[in-house]
């Protein structure tokens, strides 16, 4: 939550000061900068949306909680860094380049963008720490590859997209300046929103995953599992399921348990495990047991 409200604080005011700067300037890299950033404004809106729809309570229609809501508006801010960041940068940048022209103070928009790339670093920052302090020393790409909090993914790969793209929209201006060719303005228009294209692909791909339906986290899947083996209760663990609903995991365990002649004491055995398996992974919301005695 509070990576978004980084993101959501920094690219607000980045937002209204590219729009100025671009309607001052006539830079057309500058245009898909300001696109780009109320785009992403949009996009953290939805991701807060979609973590307030996650926290309702199960109901008849929807028993195992709304959870997945997150994935659906992470989907949805994928699309958007598509159409609307990504497809509108490139469409500027080739109307630039059919109808060259000359920038007007260039300076203001390089002012922008420099003050701009601090307050993206600093968002990114405030991202990054999130993520340490809940992979600790995990690489990045790692984490991008194995994490199911959605809203994470998203909201890295926008603060280095909007990095990258603040990046190359100002060193296409100080081109411009230095050539007085205003093509490579549009360049970097074109630049900006083929980097917003790949990032949306890549968002995209992983929150389709999360769609579809993944179980948990490698690392927290081996750890349930080692758990359930090391139970007195569990004479055997014949499989172990898990499935990512959000923040919280459903889980169904088939074993065969070491009390096998009293259905009291095989019931008690099995509240027993299914209480303490919560209680020692507390994103663990839902467990259904199912005890046999083969595989």
Do not use: Y
């Given at each position: 939550m509070s990576a978004i409200i980084y993101a959501l604080s920094?690219?607000?005011?980045?937002?209204?000061s590219k729009a100025v700067a671009a309607a001052y300037t006539g830079s057309?890299?500058?245009?898909?900068?300001?696109?780009?950033?109320?785009?992403?404004?949009?996009?953290?809106?939805?991701?807060?949306?979609?973590i307030r729809q996650a926290r309702r309570q199960p109901t008849p229609d929807h028993p195992l909680g709304f959870g997945k809501a997150t994935y659906f508006w992470s989907f949805m801010v994928a699309i958007m860094l598509f159409s609307l960041g990504g497809a509108f940068s490139i469409y500027e940048g080739v109307h630039k380049l059919s109808h060259p022209e000359p920038?007007?103070?260039?300076w203001v928009a390089i002012i922008v963008l420099g003050v701009g790339v601090l307050l993206e670093a600093w968002s990114l920052r405030g991202c990054i720490h999130e993520i340490r302090e809940k992979a600790g020393d995990m690489p990045l790409w790692r984490y991008f590859r194995d994490?199911?909090?959605?809203?994470?993914?998203?909201?890295?790969?926008?603060?280095?997209?909007?990095?990258?793209?603040?990046?190359?929209?100002?060193?296409?201006?100080?081109?411009?300046?230095?050539?007085?060719?205003?093509?490579f303005d549009a360049w970097g228009s074109i630049a900006v929103g083929a980097l917003l294209?790949?990032?949306?692909?890549?968002?995209?791909?992983?929150?389709?995953?999360?769609?579809?339906g993944q179980s948990a986290e490698p690392a927290a899947h081996a750890a349930m599992?080692?758990?359930?083996?090391?139970?007195?209760?569990v004479e055997t663990l014949y499989n172990l399921i898990s499935f990512q609903m959000g923040s919280y995991l459903f889980v169904a365990v088939k074993a065969r348990m070491a009390e096998q002649q009293s259905a009291s004491g095989l019931i008690d055995q099995i509240n027993?495990?299914?209480?303490?398996?919560?209680?020692?992974?507390?994103?663990?919301?839902?467990v259904f047991f199912e005890p046999d005695d083969k595989g």
């Open positions: 920094a690219n607000a005011g980045i937002a209204a057309s890299a500058m245009l898909a900068e300001a696109v780009h950033s109320a785009a992403d404004c949009a996009n953290q809106l939805l991701l807060l949306l979609g920038l007007a103070n260039p994490s199911r909090e959605s809203e994470l993914i998203v909201v890295m790969g926008e603060d280095i997209a909007a990095l990258a793209g603040l990046t190359l929209a100002l060193g296409a201006i100080l081109l411009s300046l230095a050539t007085g060719n205003p093509a294209v790949v990032v949306a692909i890549g968002v995209g791909l992983e929150v389709k995953a999360l769609l579809i599992e080692q758990w359930l083996r090391q139970r007195p209760e027993a495990v299914q209480d303490a398996l919560k209680a020692s992974f507390p994103d663990v919301r839902w």
